[in-house]
């Protein structure tokens, strides 16, 4: 038989065994689902049953029991008229950051699973991820019950990227990951100076342990004076120059509420030379253990401009790891295993 038939054949036994995959995720859904459904209020009431995790269920971006369980669940669709779908399904699960999928939906009358692709009617993840923020805090403030932490702990910052601000998700992310701090995020600003003073302030007053930043809040980090601090950064945006350029001048929105009551930043050239007075007066400073995550697949900085900055930091004393499992967005299937490449340094 022809090479053509034997790839043709392939090809049909993987479709099939994508299709099979998906019915059985379906079907594990499908009966967490119809368990949780069927003991409602105890879901809500329970500690224990609230933090149950549904599998596949939750945010693209971040997932687990301490952010999007069970209970957390059941609030949403009750209270969050963004948890409901045009055509009645509630939503089970949303993609993250600068995700173009969708999600799914549920519908607990007929027990059908809808996936959904990119559609303008369906809820940006930012509206929902906002919308779930009580009773994903409540979920945390549960889980730190059941999780002892120091009467003291130590603390930890996240410095967050271009675009968002101190109710970035990403910090809730970490807090995850690592229940032992007591996290603090900075609001910071695409100036660098005022921003760098405001870490500062953060850090002579905290005296961190840790301290994790994205995109631009990973560069920040880098040029933070904290000896005594693990550094970790994701995607640090070395050449923020170049990115600056990419992302385009003019005014943008950002992708989540400010405390500072910004609805919008602006790029131009002035912000750029900001950027590159700020590097040349400053020198990466490396903390008690340094860890640097890059993603092969980040389109907003592309990968010769990743490769250089990687190469930067290697020579400052940083572990560098690559991962093609995320994009530009840190998502928690790269998050949660940062815990793990900090024990190997």
């Known amino acids: 038989m022809s090479r053509y038939y034997y790839r043709q054949r392939k090809k049909a036994i993987r479709v099939a065994a994508a299709i099979a995959k998906i019915k059985a995720r379906d079907e594990e859904i499908l009966a967490a689902l119809k368990e949780v459904l069927a003991h409602k209020e105890r879901y809500i009431s329970d500690e224990e049953l609230y933090l149950k995790e549904i599998p596949y ?30 055509d009645g399904f ?21 027990g059908e699973i809808r996936d959904y692709r990119y559609d303008p009617s369906f809820p940006k993840w930012y509206n929902l991820w906002d919308a779930s923020l009580p009773y994903r805090e409540k979920a945390l403030g549960i889980l730190r019950k059941h999780k002892p932490i120091p009467e003291e702990p130590y603390n930890a910052l996240y410095i967050h990227g271009l675009g968002s601000g101190a109710n ?46 994205t995109s631009m809040g990973g560069l920040y980090t880098l040029y933070s004076d904290a000896p005594d601090a693990v550094k ?3 995607n640090p945006t070395v050449g923020i120059e170049h990115v600056l350029r990419r992302i385009g001048y003019g005014k943008h929105k950002f992708f989540c509420e400010r405390e500072d009551g910004r609805t919008e930043y602006e790029l131009n050239e002035t912000v750029v030379r900001k950027f590159t007075t700020y590097k040349s007066t400053h020198q990466i ?10 993603s092969s697949n980040d389109d907003l900085a592309g990968k010769v401009e ?13 572990t560098v790891i690559w991962s093609d499992k995320f994009g530009r967005r840190l998502k928690w299937t790269v998050a949660r295993k940062i815990p793990q490449w900090l024990k190997m340094l």
């Open 90 to 110: 509630k939503i089970i699960k949303w993609g993250g950051g600068f995700s173009f999928s969708a999600g799914s939906g549920f519908n607990p009358e007929t």
């Open 285 to 294: 400073r490396p903390g008690t253990k340094n860890l640097a995550v890059f």
């Open 57 to 86: 269920c939750g945010c693209g971006t971040v997932r687990g029991r301490a952010f999007f369980p069970a209970g957390t669940m059941l609030e949403c669709w009750e209270n969050c008229p963004e948890f409901t779908l045009p």
């Open 306 to 318: 990743s490769l250089k900055n990687a190469r930067t930091l290697k020579e400052a004393g940083f």
């Open 168 to 213: 970035s998700g990403t910090c809730s992310l970490f807090a995850s990951y690592f229940s032992q701090y007591e996290w603090h995020c900075p609001e910071v600003n695409e100036d660098p100076e005022e921003s760098e003073a405001i870490i500062r302030k953060y850090i002579e007053s905290l005296h961190p342990k840790m301290i994790v930043g």
């Open 232 to 234: 970790v950064v994701v």
